[in-house]
């Protein structure tokens, strides 16, 4: 074999070498786990039928830049954060937020689960509008969201704006963490049910609170709904 010849064969045998580590350490990364923050599922159909229908539009759900991604972001103390390349959200946060909410809304409210606007019955569309503030992680601890949110009605301006801050206790692990975040999400949800469901219920349109007026400020047929549980 002449030098050329051998040069070229330990080059092939490099690169080999290097293809072969790689794929070793590919094999050795631990899987990706993928979370869901899905509720109970869809109401059931008994429900539908003896309720009347409400039609939830719900825009997109806005969350902060920090927590914008599909990787978990847990928090170490009040200053630092650690993105976890591990453990994901199964569709983004954004959307697995809006999914929930929608969910516990409907089964609240009894109606069918839809986002659709501009329905036929636009006296029984209520547009919902999210803001998430903080969604925050704390392993081990609890599972936090503060979330500013409103409804209105199609046919009218008028708007209830509310503020709900729900903080649950969580056990070690992320399937708890996660869980907190579901149980948080679920109890929001059912505040914006109860809304809409009262919306409905209310006779005079004129008398809700103004957009983005605390309805404590004035009198209003409607309020923020508390926290249950």
Request: charge should be neutral; include cysteine.
């Amino acid at each position: 074999m002449n030098l050329i010849q051998s040069r070229a064969w330990r080059a092939v045998a490099r690169i080999a070498t290097v293809m072969g580590l790689a794929a070793l350490s590919a094999c050795a990364s631990p899987p990706a786990h993928f979370y869901t923050l899905g509720t109970d599922g869809e109401p059931t159909r008994e429900s539908v039928a003896v309720s009347p229908a409400f039609w939830i539009d719900m825009r997109v759900v806005k969350v902060p830049v920090s927590v914008a991604r599909s990787q978990f972001v847990v928090q170490d103390d009040a200053a630092r954060v650690r993105i976890l390349e591990d453990e994901r959200w199964a569709s983004p946060l954004a959307d697995e937020i809006r999914d929930a909410l929608l969910a516990a809304a409907t089964r609240q409210v009894g109606g069918p689960n839809t986002h659709q606007p501009g329905h036929a019955e636009d006296a029984r569309t209520y547009q919902v509008s999210v803001d998430v503030r903080r969604f925050e992680s704390w392993p081990g601890s609890h599972a936090l969201i503060d979330v500013t949110w409103s409804v209105s009605k199609s046919n009218d301006s008028r708007t209830l704006t509310c503020r709900s801050i729900v903080s649950e206790p969580v056990s070690a692990g992320y399937d708890a963490l996660v869980n907190g975040h579901r149980v948080a999400v679920r109890r929001i949800g059912a505040q914006i049910g109860e809304v809409v469901r009262e919306f409905s219920a209310s006779p005079f349109v004129s008398t809700i609170a103004p957009a983005r007026m605390p309805a404590s400020t004035g009198d209003s047929a409607l309020s923020c709904p508390a926290l249950a549980g």
